[in-house]
């Protein structure tokens, strides 16, 4: 069974850095990429970035270039987001989710990840 | 960057009647998905390659439509089929969403 598992909620200050985990199990984690995926109520899901496992190619939407870094450890069957230094509106849910191989729509999800970041 | 838009942005049905949400891209796509979300819960796979339904998806969702307009139809609306609905495309990088259609209790 395909299973993505995200990191615990998270309370931060403005300014703080942050690093938030997505480990897959169930399959040959190199082999699909992986995503994320921002929600903040009312604003919908934007897909920040993807990156390859096997060989930690990434893209980046241009939205997210520079705000983010999202890295993977294959060994570990474990991908990341981080954050240098948050910002309120940063602010919301995260999802990681594993695209179809060989295909770029988003077939499993993890549970979410809520950051919140407040002074 | 593709704008995808849905409409309605609600939609309110009795159970069994069917719901026809609509998906438009702001430029020509080969390729959609859509998704479904429950409060409190990731999103789900419904639908890939505009009318493919994701292993395990009921029969009573189907998808259609080409160049830049898409819907998804629920043929016979139960109970759990209450959500929020969001497409998606993935044709050009950054694949975006809408933002969604719910659809809730008439």
């Known amino acids: 069974e395909v299973q993505l598992v995200q990191s615990g909620a998270e309370v931060k200050k403005p300014g703080e850095s942050l690093k938030i985990s997505c480990k897959g199990s169930g399959y040959s984690f190199s082999s699909n990429w992986i995503g994320w995926v921002r929600q903040v109520p009312g604003k919908g899901q934007e897909l920040m970035g993807i990156?390859?496992?096997?060989?930690?190619?990434?893209r980046y939407s241009p939205s997210f270039q520079g705000q983010v870094t999202i890295s993977a450890d294959r060994s570990i069957s474990t991908a990341y987001l981080q954050w240098g230094g948050l910002k309120a509106s940063d602010t919301a849910m995260y999802y990681c989710?594993?695209?179809?191989?060989?295909?770029?729509?988003?077939?499993?999800w993890g549970q979410g990840t809520l950051v919140t970041v407040s002074s | 960057e593709i704008v995808m838009t849905q409409s309605p942005a609600t939609l309110s049905v009795s159970p069994g009647e069917r719901a026809t949400l609509s998906c438009r891209a702001s430029?020509?796509?080969?390729?959609l998905a859509w998704y479904q979300q429950k409060p409190g819960q990731a999103p789900r796979l419904l639908i890939y390659?505009?009318?493919t339904r994701a292993t395990g998806i009921p029969a009573r969702f189907s998808g259609s439509g080409s160049g830049t307009e898409f819907t998804l139809t629920i043929s016979s609306l139960q109970s759990e089929d209450f959500a929020v609905y969001y497409c998606?495309?993935?044709?050009?990088?950054?694949?975006?969403f809408g933002p969604g259609t719910k659809v809730d209790i008439k």
């Open positions: 998606q495309q993935y044709h050009n990088w950054p694949f975006t």
């Open positions: 990156i390859y496992p096997y060989d930690s190619d990434t």
């Open positions: 989710a594993r695209l179809r191989y060989l295909d770029w729509f988003l077939d499993f």
């Open positions: 430029q020509s796509l080969s390729t």
């Open positions: 390659g505009t009318s």
